[in-house]
């Protein structure tokens, strides 16, 4: 159930609520029993959020170790006391609008006070990944020749084309690669699709797979520029909604 809540903007980032949901153990029920086969816990208080920006582009993190911030919750009782109760998770699986000016984030907590609550407060921080914009380059490439190359300001340490994918190794310049497409001899160019990656200390790798297999060619590359981490703040106040 969606119940009244109220969210925090800061520069040109806006904070918009789109739901919440708020289950709670009936009185008297014993929180750490559950029915056979069903959900781990009977309580749980969801928010489903977006954050909007009119000039800056959300990133989607593929770095390997994810920051999810760091959000308290504190619990709000009817005589207007107040408890702080641990900190909310945050979804690790966002999505995002085509053009990038949007991306959603969720925070939720999996257990209640054990006395009746009138609401919660989600405050702390947030980060999200943005950019200032995008530039174009491109790199001739030879599967048969593997080794080193730059595309645009993107370090490429060693690559490997198995069939239909690309693998890429480098440091961390490769988190700036937005769409990877590649062009072959008779001049169609095919797209290719994020796929597995993986950090070890200051080494990327990243796989991308294409709908045909890559002979010699041009990789063409849509790049991130301006990127960096903003730490967003967060304050959401959800109400009990009965």
């Known amino acids: ?13 806006e904070l918009k609520i789109t739901g919440v949901t708020f289950i709670e153990a009936p009185p008297g029920r014993d929180k750490n029993l559950t029915a056979f086969g069903a959900s781990p816990s009977q309580e749980k208080v969801e928010v489903n959020a ?21 959000v308290k919750v504190t619990a709000i009782f009817p005589d207007k006391s107040s408890q702080a109760f641990g900190s ?15 991306r959603s984030f969720n925070l939720a907590i999996n257990r209640l006070p054990d006395r009746p609550v009138s609401g919660l407060v989600f405050e702390g921080t947030v980060p999200l990944t943005v950019a200032t914009g995008s530039s174009k380059a491109a ?4 599967p048969q020749r593997p080794g080193a190359f730059k595309l645009g300001g993107v370090e490429i340490r060693q690559f490997k084309v198995e069939g239909n994918s690309l693998n ?5 310049s490769l988190q700036r690669i937005k769409t990877l497409s590649f062009k072959l001899p008779s001049g169609q160019v095919v797209h290719g699709e994020r796929g ?18 890559l002979p010699k060619g041009e990789l063409q590359a849509e790049l991130y520029e301006g990127l960096r981490t903003v ?8 109400g009990r909604p009965w």
């Open 168 to 172: 890429i190794e480098g440091n961390d």
């Open 1 to 13: 159930m969606s119940g009244p809540a109220a969210a925090q903007a800061r520069d040109d980032l």
């Open 139 to 142: 790199q001739a490439l030879d």
């Open 88 to 102: 909310a998770e945050v979804s690790g699986f966002p999505k995002f609008s085509a053009d990038g000016r949007t």
């Open 50 to 70: 977006v954050a909007v920006s009119r000039s800056l582009q959300f990133v989607q993190e593929t770095g390997g170790f994810m920051d999810k911030g760091e």
């Open 196 to 213: 597995g990656w993986q950090r070890m200390n200051a080494d990327y790798r990243q796989t991308w797979k294409f709908d045909a297999p």
């Open 231 to 238: 730490r967003q703040p967060v304050r959401l106040v959800v």
